[in-house]
């Protein structure tokens, strides 16, 4: 890692802060007075800032309850984004692992691991997510052999892959894939001449929204729901 990088992650100063300090000569790596922004911090290098060591900056993990009306965006010029929800430094630079629409709820994970998100979205590793439905018109019962069957979906050449429908009333359900193709659900419903109203994601893999998460409240995951991906 950059040490500029390694000065922004551990303290919370911006980039442009870590560059004065260094130029100031307040940054010392291994005793030593260090002002090269670029230089490589290898693990069990010691990294000061005015004499006060810096711990290793650590990737985070969160997970967060995600609102009505707020967008899976780092930025947005009308809606709320999900990362300004966050009050931790450097919140702007996690990335957004799984996103829902505006008008979608529920679990939606945090991290500044690049590798850890890509694990959690890649349809190469078949992660399940499980999505509670409630549609505009009651479901049919032979929907659930259809999605068990999978849907052909407008626009596309393949249809989707098996997924797991079960029924909870007339008009609700909940919804089992193993895949992530764009507005998924919504458009499965949709070539069963059916319209979602209500979405809301429940896990992602063995990750389960937390109960206790009120809409736009979020929460370090544990180390079980990190290496669970």
């Known amino acids: 890692m950059r040490l500029d990088k390694y000065l922004a992650k551990s303290s919370g100063l911006s980039r442009k802060e870590v560059k004065r300090l260094l130029h100031a000569d307040e940054v010392s790596v291994n005793g030593e007075p260090e002002r090269n922004p670029a230089r490589h911090i290898k693990e069990g290098d010691e990294v000061s ?11 985070r ?55 850890w998100a890509h694990r959690a979205t890649s349809p190469r590793h078949k992660t399940h997510k499980v999505y509670l439905v409630t549609t505009a018109d009651p479901i049919p019962a032979d929907a ?51 319209r979602v109203v209500e979405l809301h994601r429940e896990s992602v893999g063995e990750i389960v929204l937390d109960d206790d998460l009120f809409p736009g409240e979020y929460r370090h995951l544990t180390e079980d729901e990190i290496n669970s991906l």
């Open 49 to 59: 800032l005015n004499d006060r060591p810096m711990e290793r900056p650590e990737p």
């Open 61 to 115: 993990y969160l997970m967060m309850n995600k609102p009505d009306g707020v967008v899976c965006a780092n930025d947005d010029p009308t809606h709320p984004t999900v990362l300004a929800l966050i009050e931790l430094p450097r919140a702007e630079e996690m990335t957004i692992a799984g996103r829902l629409d505006i008008d979608a709820t529920g679990l939606v994970l945090i991290t500044d691991d690049g590798k």
């Open 144 to 194: 659930v052999d259809k999605f068990a069957k999978g849907i052909k979906l407008d626009s596309e050449r393949f249809p989707t892959k098996p997924a797991e429908l079960t029924l909870l009333s007339d008009n609700e359900a909940r919804v089992v894939i193993h895949e992530g193709r764009y507005h998924q659900v919504k458009r499965m419903f949709a070539a069963l001449g059916n």
